[in-house]
């Protein structure tokens, strides 16, 4: 059964940090991309943070460089999303997101995590 199951969300005072996990099980997690996106109410989903399988390469939406940083451990299947210096406007449903690199591979989502930042 495949599972991606998200962690670390809630309530936090702007300025303050949270790290979100993203556990992977029913699939090879080291083959695939992960990303983290995000969707806050009334808006479309928002690509945050990416990282290919290795964790050589990562990329950032231009709202969060600086401030938020991925990671992954393939050894635990699990994909990290630091978040430091948190403002309101980060407010959001976090998901993080199995992106196939391999022919026959599907893609596979979470059920995501609330993030509220206020004070």
């Known amino acids: 059964q495949v599972q991606l199951v998200e962690s670390g969300g809630g309530l936090v005072q702007p300025g303050g940090s949270l790290r979100l996990s993203c556990a992977a099980s029913g699939f090879t997690f080291s083959s695939y991309t992960m990303i983290w996106y995000r969707q806050a109410p009334g808006k479309g989903r928002e690509l945050v943070a990416s990282?290919?399988?290795?964790?050589?390469?990562?990329n950032y939406a231009d709202s969060v460089k600086g401030r938020f940083t991925i990671s992954r451990d393939n050894a635990k299947n699990t994909v990290y999303l630091q978040m430091n210096s948190l403002k309101p406007e980060d407010t959001a449903v976090y998901y993080c997101?199995?992106?196939?690199?391999?022919?026959?591979?599907?893609?596979?989502w979470g059920q995501g995590t609330q993030v509220t930042v206020s004070s």
């Open positions: 990282i290919i399988r290795t964790g050589g390469y990562t």
């Open positions: 997101n199995a992106v196939p690199t391999r022919p026959g591979q599907v893609g596979y």
